[in-house]
Structure formats: C-alpha cells, structure tokens
C-alpha cells in the first residue's frame, strides 16, 4: 500500500474515532441532565449567565449538538456558541446565537474562521422523560433547522478568541 493511501485511511479513522468519542459525550451530557432532573428555567438561567458574559467578554462555550441528515441517524457534532441574548416570550424561552462549527463527520475537525458562523434560534422547553419512570427534563432544540436537536452547552468550556470569527 502506497503511503498517500495510508496517511487518507489514518486520517478517516481519526475522523470516526472523534466522531464516536464526541457521540459518548453527548450521549453522557444528556445523561447527566436528565438524571439532574433539570428543568427549562434552570436550563434559561445558564444560557443568560452565557449572554451575559459573551456580551461583556465575547466569551463562546463548546457546544454539542446532534445532525439529522437527510433518511439517515443522527450524528453528534460539537461547536461554539455565542450566546447573544435570551428572550422569554409566552412560555416560550428562545436563544439568540451565533454558532462556529468546529466538528462534523463530513467536515473532520474546523479551524475557526475556515467555515462561516451562523447565527441561529434555540428553544429551550421542559419534556417528558419515559425511558425509565416518568420525569420531567429539559431539552434544547434548534428552532430556525429542525436537523439540528438536543444541544449541550458546557459552562467550564469557554474561549474567548473567536468573537473575530464569528462576524
């Protein structure tokens, strides 16, 4: 096998390696969320502590999301949200942001400023949990493109050296 060959297959691997490594973190971070029994305006509070911090700070906070793709499962992809601002609407609290990608299977690891920010709309709502007993939980979904679920923003993940990128 010709060396160019090998160094494409390592590097797929390495793809489908982070891809399975970001999907056991997502699958745990909801895990945990559920088992904290967490409920939407706790959920609200954390996400205006982000807003307030990345208006003061440009402060971003990794983020994993799960990618619906077209007739086919979902996969877990990470980024790095700025949370611009918070508004609580009716019962309904929507997230403004700007979303960097920094990892999807098609796209291997991101360097910032390689592929747009976009800026996106999050719901946050409280949920019936059935897997094991009845309980309420809190879910995060993208409400401008339903492919994009379940999003697990981390508050101890924070950088704050992508505000020129996220323009």
């Not at 747009?116 to 409280?126: E, Q, V």
């Not at 009845?134 to 994009?148: A, K, T, W």
Request: proline share 1%; hydrophobic share 35%; aromatic share 8%.
């Amino acid at each position: 096998m010709d060396s160019t060959g090998l160094f494409n297959d390592y590097h797929r691997w390495q793809r489908f390696n982070r891809q399975d490594q970001l999907s056991r973190e997502h699958n745990a971070a909801l895990r945990k969320l559920a088992e904290s029994h967490a409920m939407a305006s706790r959920v609200t509070e954390g996400y205006r502590s982000m807003a307030d911090k990345g208006a003061k700070e440009g402060a971003c906070y990794r983020t994993l999301f799960l990618r619906r793709r077209d007739k086919a499962e979902a996969l877990a992809c990470e980024g790095w949200l700025l949370v611009r601002r918070v508004l609580a609407e009716g019962g309904t609290t929507r997230v403004r942001a700007t979303l960097l990608e920094s990892f999807t299977l098609e796209d291997g690891s991101i360097e910032p400023g390689t592929k747009p920010a976009c800026k996106i709309s999050l719901d946050i709502y409280d949920e019936i949990l059935v897997k094991r007993s009845m309980s309420l939980g809190c879910r995060v979904d993208r409400h401008d493109d339903d492919h994009d679920t379940r999003f697990v923003t981390f508050l101890d993940s924070v950088r704050g050296d992508l505000k020129k990128h996220l323009q």
